[in-house]
């Protein structure tokens, strides 16, 4: 069932052309110029008088809410919050029946979350689930919601579930920004043919990066700390990076807004920390260049993850990871698909069980 790959980890990042574009399918109607998504559609009024967004998740999906923030925020301007499960269950948090809960999870089994879901419920918010697995506990709690529908995720390193996550959050913010007016039909047009485009540009990092990322993965192996930075979008990207990494191939890892660096981070930076970079063209790119001078006036070893015929901070780095730019909103798609693949061969090089890390479980149900 691992189609001849040596990891479902690995196999689950190729699918990725795939998965995304089968959470676009049915929904993504480009030549209409039309998102449908019955779960919202339905509701849409709740969304539209929601005085704000709280989205609750657990890892990796909690990176996809932080991604969902954005999106939201930018297109739909809409207040959203992002909160762990775990936290929001135990502090007895403010929330009324004005306010719509995002809950986000592959499994839907996750019990912190599940948790915080019924709090939410209980006190009349409206609950609305991103679920990968079918008929999952957190699917049926919810009062509507979409499916991912990127297929069963068995590598306990979510890889192509969180590309869904960000796919299905764009969906939802362009879709609530068009329909509130914030989002021009103009700017809306623009996207919706972005984000169509998105599955043949992750084909094209595949193939293009591949065997690049397996050679850096190489001169990494024993490193034992590693940063990786990135700002607005990519700041989240950032810390799924890290924390693929640090699951996989138990080297610590950190992910930091690139500019909290100089906040304490920084003091940490020697010949001996691999850093890697998120620096899109589009997102900040010119304060990402001081970063990196800053990094390499420390003599950090840099990876950077940068669109094709970059220069600036090309030059600077140590190692260069080419992908095809798309718009800022979505650039995490594609950044976190060579991070995914650093993180697996670092861990495969390190001869780790990457489908099964030490300690840790596919569908965390116990808080
Ligand atoms: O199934 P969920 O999305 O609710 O799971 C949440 C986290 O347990 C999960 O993302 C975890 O962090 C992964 N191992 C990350 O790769």
């Not at 094209?204 to 690049?212: A, G, I, K, Q």
């Not at 015929?309 to 594609?334: A, K, L």
């Not at 698909?337 to 670092?346: G, H, N, R, S, T």
Request: net charge negative; with cysteine; proline share 4%.
């Amino acid at each position: 069932e691992k189609s001849g790959y040596e990891h479902f980890m690995l196999k689950e990042i190729f699918e990725q052309p795939k998965s995304v574009h089968d959470t676009m399918r049915g929904r993504l109607l480009v030549d209409e110029g039309v998102i449908k998504m019955a779960g919202i559609w339905d509701h849409i009024e709740r969304f539209k008088n929601a005085n704000r967004i709280i989205i609750i998740a657990c890892g990796t999906s909690w990176h996809a809410g932080l991604i969902g923030e954005y999106l939201i925020e930018e297109y739909a301007r809409i207040p959203v919050e992002v909160e762990y499960a775990s936290e929001f269950r135990y502090r007895n948090p403010i929330i009324t029946d004005k306010d719509v809960v995002i809950a986000i999870s592959q499994s839907g089994e996750t019990a912190d979350t599940m948790a915080a879901l019924k709090l939410a419920k209980e006190r009349g918010a409206f609950i609305y689930g991103i679920c990968n697995v079918v008929d999952s506990s957190i699917a049926r709690i919810t009062d509507a919601g979409s499916y991912t529908h990127a297929g069963p995720e068995i590598g306990v390193a979510s890889t192509k579930a969180f590309t869904a996550q960000l796919t299905i959050l764009s969906l939802i913010a362009l879709k609530l920004g068009k329909h509130n007016g914030n989002l021009g039909n103009a700017e809306f047009m623009s996207l919706i043919a972005e984000l169509d485009a998105i599955p043949k540009k992750i084909e094209d990092v595949l193939s293009s990066t591949h065997e690049l990322v397996q050679n850096i993965a190489k001169d990494f192996v024993n490193a034992t700390n590693f940063l990786y930075l990135g700002r607005g979008y990519n700041y989240p990207a950032a810390l799924e990076g890290a924390l693929k990494l640090k699951e996989i191939s138990y080297i610590h890892a950190e992910g930091y807004p690139a500019a909290e660096m100089k906040h304490g981070p920084i003091a940490l930076i020697d010949e001996n920390m691999p850093i890697v970079i998120i620096a899109p063209k589009k997102g900040h790119y010119d304060k990402i260049v001081s970063n990196v001078q800053e990094i390499k006036a420390r003599k950090g070893k840099v990876i950077s993850v940068v669109n094709i015929g970059d220069t600036q901070v090309s030059e600077m780095s140590d190692y260069v990871i080419e992908i095809p730019e798309t718009s800022e909103c979505f650039s995490p798609i594609i950044a976190s698909v060579p991070l995914q693949l650093l993180a697996y061969y670092i861990a495969v090089y390190r001869g780790a069980n990457v489908d099964q890390p030490r300690n840790l479980a596919k569908s965390v149900t116990v808080e």
